[in-house]
């Protein structure tokens, strides 16, 4: 159904081939997203300006794409940079970050063919500057033949304003097909995402403690795992993502059924009734 990366086990650390050993390589998942949090904070605790805290971020970005290529990992999603991170940043510190990445693309394209990374974009990012918008594409092409992990880079992404674009999308479908809004399905919705091509998200893991989902791939986590670390991103590398892997290998996934192996009661013949209580 979707690619699935070669293997390559040897290229993992000690470390990290301790914890992928005892993983189920039939359940390591198709995708998994990370919302990438706490690179502010990593640098203020060691005082340290934030860009800083950005540019360890991005060594960190290398090294997880890298062990989710060796694992044979078919998606990765990153929120790397978001519509709220666009408005509500100093500029300075929001044109730091798109120096940043047309950096992190120019240095880092000749480990993503080694890796057999292939890179896409998920995003209004059409908004973005056009010299960084030029190296995206740049990337983007040099790796389009790659056959590995696909790294997905939500920049300028929102989960809202995505599910805007994907209905105006729709409605101009359905201008034109004369479909009537009745006929609107789940499978039509889906079809309109920036992420029709892949599968929704297995796994979405947070670094930094927050428990939130802020706003990224809102209709596509509907029976996404969450995984929550209270390392901030800059100290986060692939042997933290096995490690959630792990984790996620143990959680049993229902999506909203029973799958517990549980007759299920004879209740046709039974009363309803509301019991009292406080
Ligand atoms: C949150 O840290 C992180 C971001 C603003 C986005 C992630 C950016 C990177 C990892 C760097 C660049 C990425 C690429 C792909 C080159 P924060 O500033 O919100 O941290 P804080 O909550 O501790 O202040």
Known sequence: MYPTGALRIHELTPEERAVHATLKQECIP?????????????????????????????????????????????WLTLYAFSLENNLR?????????????????????????????RMRYIGRTHELPPEVQDKMRWAEDATANNTGTTLTLALN????????????????????????????????????????HMPDPD??????????ISNFLLWQVAYTEIFVTNRLWPDFRGIHMLEAIEDFQH?????????????????QSLPVKMVAGR
Do not use: C
């Open 157 to 196: 992404y929102g989960g809202r304003s995505e599910i805007v674009d994907a209905f105006r999308s729709l409605a101009t479908e359905m201008k034109i097909t004369h479909t009537s809004p009745d006929r609107i399905t789940e499978e039509d919705i889906h079809r309109h995402l920036y992420t029709a």
């Open 251 to 267: 959680r049993e996934r229902r999506y909203g059924g029973l799958n517990d192996g549980t007759e299920s009661d004879d209740v």
């Open 89 to 117: 940043r100093p500029r300075a510190e929001v044109n730091f970050l798109m120096r940043l990445l047309k950096t992190y693309l120019e240095s880092n394209l000749g480990r993503m063919m080694d890796n057999n990374v």
């Open 203 to 212: 796994l979405m893991v947070r670094t930094s403690g927050e428990m939130r």
């Open 30 to 74: 198709q995708h998994v997203a990370i919302i990438m949090d706490g690179n502010g904070r990593w640098a203020g605790h060691r005082s340290l300006k934030r860009f800083l805290g950005h540019q360890q971020g991005a060594n960190a970005v290398q090294l997880v794409t890298e062990t989710a290529s060796r694992i044979g990992l078919p």
